[in-house]
């Protein structure tokens, strides 16, 4: 939902959002939507930096 509104409004910040990538990468036509390669490594960008944060939050809280 909050992609969707994101995207609507400011359609050059709403296009990095995952599932925005994800519709580009897929050769979805929609206008203001990045080529399909840019799509994939926007979602690659997002799995590496979400997987960091996972990594950082889990050795900070000890969860062994």
């Not at 995207?7 to 203001?32: C, E, I």
């Amino acid at each position: 939902m909050i992609n969707g509104l994101l995207f609507g409004l400011a359609p050059s910040v709403g296009r990095f959002m995952p599932t925005t990538a994800a519709d580009a990468l897929m050769g979805l036509k929609t206008t203001h939507l990045l080529p399909p390669a840019a799509g994939g490594a926007v979602l690659v960008g997002w799995t590496v930096v979400l997987g960091l944060a996972g990594i950082a939050l889990t050795l900070r809280r000890d969860v062994a």
